[in-house]
């Protein structure tokens, strides 16, 4: 009763005989290809190139939004006796987004003007006096926002740091209109001259 499991299988394989025909195998795998369909290594190649294709638009985005951001801007206006910039905790831009823009908005703005000034012997006294009320100014916003962080974002300090600015603006809108009177009365005094000369 005891029998070679083993022995047993190798016997009926002996006994039955049976072999295939010499281009079964080719066959098979003729008609298991023609059946199955095909997937292959090429569609992932398209996933591939479309996930490269949508990689790069990204990268291209991001470049574009890093560009084209703002840059911040300084606060600093026509400060005589600047050593060293003040750190300063918070300024009326932190407080929030519209602030920011507020702010940023007086700042190029008085920065704009302070560029297009253009100083000569006959208006300097004039731009002088403009200057040293503008740095007066520039003190007292740099109180006011020593207040904004000794004391904290309140109503009234923030109205006053926005009128600040725009005094600070109004004042350049008033020299440059002094500048210009001035040099029209300058070029109509020249253009006397040159007629009496004549």
């Not at 190798?10 to 098979?28: A, P, T, Y």
């Not at 507020?102 to 300097?124: G, P, R, T």
């Not at 916003?141 to 009234?156: A, F, H, S, V, W």
């Not at 350049?172 to 004549?198: C, F, M, V, Y």
């Amino acid at each position: 009763m005891s029998q070679d499991l083993r022995k047993m299988f190798e016997n009926i394989d002996l006994e039955v005989g049976h072999s295939m025909k010499k281009d079964h195998e080719e066959r098979f795998l003729k008609r298991l290809n023609k059946e199955l369909p095909k997937t292959g290594r090429r569609s992932y190649k398209w996933y591939m190139a479309a996930a490269l294709i949508v990689a790069l638009i990204g990268l291209g985005i991001m470049i574009v939004i890093k560009t084209n951001t703002p840059k911040a801007v300084e606060s600093v206006v026509v400060d005589k006796g600047r050593s060293e910039p003040e750190k300063i905790g918070i300024s009326l831009g932190d407080l929030s987004p519209n602030l920011k823009k507020v702010e940023d908005y007086y700042i190029a703005n008085i920065n704009l003007e302070l560029s297009q000034l253009q100083i000569s012997d006959s208006n300097k006294a004039l731009i002088d006096s403009f200057l040293e009320q503008l740095e007066a100014l520039n003190l007292e916003y740099k109180k006011l926002n020593r207040e904004l962080n000794d004391i904290g974002p309140n109503d009234q300090t923030i109205s006053a740091l926005i009128k600040n600015l725009q005094l600070r603006l109004e004042l350049l809108h008033k020299l440059r209109n002094r500048l210009k009177e001035l040099q029209n009365t300058n070029s109509a005094i020249d253009g006397s001259k040159q007629i009496t000369s004549i």
